[in-house]
T-cell receptor, first 116, second 115 residues
Framework: AQSVTQLDSHVSVSEGTPVLLRCNYS??????LFWYVQHPNKGLQLLLK??????LVKGINGFEAEFKKSETSFHLTKPSAHMSDAAEYFC??????????????FGTGTRLKVLA | DGGITQSPKYLFRKEGQNVTLSCEQN?????MYWYRQDPGQGLRLIYY???????QKGDIAEGYSVSREKKESFPLTVTSAQKNPTAFYLC??????????????FGSGTQLSVL
């Protein structure tokens, strides 16, 4: 079965400095990987997804993630943090169940705090 | 506009009571999912369904039940056997294109509390 581990439950950065949110996954086949963001009292929004095309995936709001199969990682980065980036971020991996059905497995989330 | 509608937004359950959360989608998606969100635990999968009249247990199915009689609808019942039902419940749906999973579309959620 697939699983996903977000290595940091909380990350704090200063405005204008780079953001790195770490995600490792386990997979017995080539997975689809996603990053979602959840702002306070708002719904979940897709930032980006990887589906075996390019290993470097660009998303919305300046975020990008690199799929590294050798490291089983899919870390999310942004060159310069903005106050509006403060939110909770979820790394998600697809899982192919024994029944042939797909499901999505969420990490436990990383809460990003941006300091002025 | 296409989307997922969850109702009610807030729900209160008394001891020993079953309650049902509604989820309807007009996106023509085959797959639908129910997640439970607790602080610090991310989203945990309760049940999912990929076709009508078929569904599978997720990681935390005990104390919950679902049905999928129509493609558009995937209601979740929280039974009295669920001893810790207070949580935020999210319904989602997705499609598949070219053998790859599409993104998840989420409803706005239902906050369930125990009286």
């Amino acid at each position: 079965a697939q699983s996903v581990t977000q290595l940091d439950s909380h990350v704090s950065v200063s405005e204008g400095t780079p953001v790195l949110l770490r995600c490792n996954y386990s997979s017995s086949y080539s997975p689809s990987l996603f990053w979602y963001v959840q702002h306070p009292n708002k719904g979940l929004q897709l930032l980006l997804k990887y589906t075996s095309a390019a290993t470097l995936v660009k998303g919305i709001n300046g975020f990008e993630a690199e799929f590294k199969k050798s490291e089983t990682s899919f870390h999310l980065t942004k060159p310069s943090a903005h106050m509006s980036d403060a939110a909770e971020y979820f790394c998600v991996v697809s899982d192919l169940a024994w029944s042939g059905t797909y499901k999505y497995i969420f990490g436990t989330g990383t809460r990003l705090k941006v300091l002025a | 506009d296409g989307g997922i509608t969850q109702s009610p937004k807030y729900l209160f359950r008394k001891e020993g009571q079953n309650v049902t959360l509604s989820c309807e989608q007009n996106l023509n998606h085959d797959a639908m999912y129910w997640y439970r969100q607790d602080p610090g635990q991310g989203l945990r999968l309760i049940y999912y369904s990929q076709i009508v009249n078929d569904f599978q247990k997720g990681d935390i199915a005990e104390g919950y039940s679902v049905s999928r009689e129509k493609k558009e609808s995937f209601p979740l019942t929280v039974t009295s056997a669920q001893k810790n039902p207070t949580a935020f419940y999210l319904c989602a749906s997705s499609g598949v294109a070219g053998g790859a999973l599409e993104k998840l579309f989420f409803g706005s959620g239902t906050q369930l509390s125990v009286l």
